[in-house]
T-cell receptor
Framework: SQQGEEDPQALSIQEGENATMNCSYK?????LQWYRQNSGRGLVHLIL?????REKHSGRLRVTLDTSKKSSSLLITASRAADTASYFC???????????FGGGTRLMVKP | NAGVTQTPKFQVLKTGQSMTLQCAQD?????MSWYRQDPGMGLRLIHY???????DQGEVPNGYNVSRSTTEDFPLRLLSAAPSQTSVYFC?????????????FGNGTRLTVT
């Protein structure tokens, strides 16, 4: 079963707009990670946020974590056509050691 | 550094055939894992290893075997392929446990079982 679920499943925006993707999970976690996958390629790690952190930034990426709501969001600001990809959240339950992925959000950024 | 290398990139098997998907990493990572990716299902963990000589089952281990005789290599074996194993397979590695370290992924093996 999937620990994380992304929302929306698909998102289409214009270049320059911001894109927000959400992830909800079911059990307490050690950390939450976000990955990007370009078509036909492997996943690339974006950000890892620990359970005691609330917000983290990396360039145009901003990740928030709300452990009380068991949810996280990934914000991509000033999107570019090159940001077109699928984005996945992944979690490790506090009592476990397996990283499990959600079904992903497919982002399309139109030039 | 080549990172995580998977071979082959594509493979077609007939039902009942066996094959080994190869995975090698040159980053001296202790942790390695295999995932399969199916449409609408995200990635599901098949097997993982926390170091040479140690392997454990993931979420969907049935029909697959693994071994970890060296730090660098983590092959995935399909003993008797079934159409349900048609999928894209990803190998990933990390310096430490997946709980605390980012995973580095290979580019995948696309397997079709007819």
């Amino acid at each position: 079963s999937q620990q994380g679920e992304e929302d929306p499943q698909a998102l289409s925006i214009q270049e320059g707009e911001n894109a927000t993707m959400n992830c909800s999970y079911k059990t307490s976690i050690n950390n939450l990670q976000w990955y990007r996958q370009n078509s036909g390629r492997g996943l690339v790690h974006l950000i890892l946020i620990r359970s005691n952190e609330r917000e983290k930034h990396s360039g145009r990426l901003r990740v928030t974590l709300d452990t009380s709501k068991k949810s996280s969001s990934l914000l991509i600001t000033a999107s570019r056509a090159a940001d077109t990809a699928s984005y996945f959240c992944a979690t490790v339950p506090r009592a476990g050691n397996m990283l499990t992925f959600g079904g992903g959000t497919r982002l399309m950024v139109k030039p | 550094n080549a990172g995580v290398t998977q071979t082959p990139k594509f493979q077609v098997l007939k039902t009942g055939q066996s094959m080994t998907l190869q995975c090698a990493q040159d980053m001296n990572h202790e942790y390695m894992s295999w995932y399969r990716q199916d449409p609408g299902m995200g990635l599901r963990l098949i097997h993982y290893s926390v170091g040479a000589g140690i392997t454990d089952q993931g979420e969907v281990p049935n029909g697959y075997n693994v071994s970890r005789s060296t730090t660098e290599d983590f092959p995935l074996r399909l003993l008797s392929a079934a159409p349900s194993q048609t999928s894209v397979y990803f190998c990933a590695s990390s310096l430490g446990q997946a709980a605390n370290s980012p995973l580095h992924f290979g580019n995948g093996t696309r397997l079709t079982v007819t």
